[in-house]
Antibody, heavy 115, light 106 residues
Framework: QVQLKESGPGLVAPSQSLSITCTVS????????ISWIRQPPGKGLEWLGVIWTGGGTNYNSAFMSRLSISKDNSKSQVFLKMNSLQTDDTAIYYC?????????WGQGTSVTVSS | DIQMTQTTSSLSASLGDRVTISCSAS??????LNWYQQKPDGTVKLLIYYTSSLHSGVPSRFSGSGSGTDYSLTISNLEPEDIATYYCQQYSKLRTFGGGTKLEIK
């Protein structure tokens, strides 16, 4: 069945970078786009960016300068890298299968930015 | 960027009620509008896609409508398991979520 699972560091120091891996199963990354979404504590969902089936990317303009999304189709993995983290980047980060409609969500990985 | 506004951040209703949640876009989005439900444990599920199409497995008491810049989600006959936060999301130009509407039982 379709599954997405995020794995991240849990804790990141301020000004450092964040790397999260999303491993998918039950479908191919050559057939579906993947979006990254985050949710700060007590706040709403925020779209970060998307990697298309062909490997192109688009980002939320608010994060364009410090966000990068890539993937390895052969390993069924998608990678998020965000630079210069601050405390307000503390959030749960989700990878989502995105065919226009986001029909399958990972469980999310919690990231805390703190010294 | 397209902004999505859910003017009602929280809503209280009784079991069995008909509830409508609204969402507006900063420009026309040609019905490219989805609705999601987030339960208190954080689980997010797709409810409605392309304004009014019911996602597989979603109860028929959920329905969506709208056009242009204004859209709505209706829950008829509110049940206890519908207690959640509801988000709209546009995919006309990239993606944007609304701020969410938290539904509580009166």
């Amino acid at each position: 069945q379709v599954q997405l699972k995020e794995s991240g560091p849990g804790l990141v120091a301020p000004s450092q970078s964040l790397s999260i891996t999303c491993t998918v199963s039950g479908f191919s990354l050559t057939s579906y786009d993947i979006s990254w979404i985050r949710q700060p504590p007590g706040k709403g969902l925020e779209w970060l960016g998307v990697i298309w089936t062909g490997g192109g990317t688009n980002y939320n303009s608010a994060f364009m300068s410090r966000l990068s999304i890539s993937k390895d189709n052969s390993k069924s993995q998608v990678f998020l890298k965000m630079n210069s983290l601050q405390t307000d980047d503390t959030a749960i980060y989700y990878c989502v299968r995105d065919g226009g409609r986001m029909d399958y969500w990972g469980q999310g990985t919690s990231v805390t930015v703190s010294s | 960027d397209i902004q999505m506004t859910q003017t009602t951040s929280s809503l209280s209703a009784s079991l069995g009620d008909r509830v409508t949640i609204s969402c507006s876009a900063s420009q026309g989005i040609s019905n490219y509008l989805n609705w999601y439900q987030q339960k208190p444990d954080g689980t997010v599920k797709l409810l409605i896609y392309y304004t009014s199409s019911l996602h597989s497995g979603v109860p028929s008491r959920f329905s969506g409508s709208g056009s242009g810049t204004d859209y709505s989600l209706t829950i008829s006959n509110l049940e206890p398991e519908d207690i959640a936060t509801y988000y709209c999301q546009q995919y006309s130009k990239l993606r944007t979520f609304g701020g969410g509407t938290k539904l509580e039982i009166k």
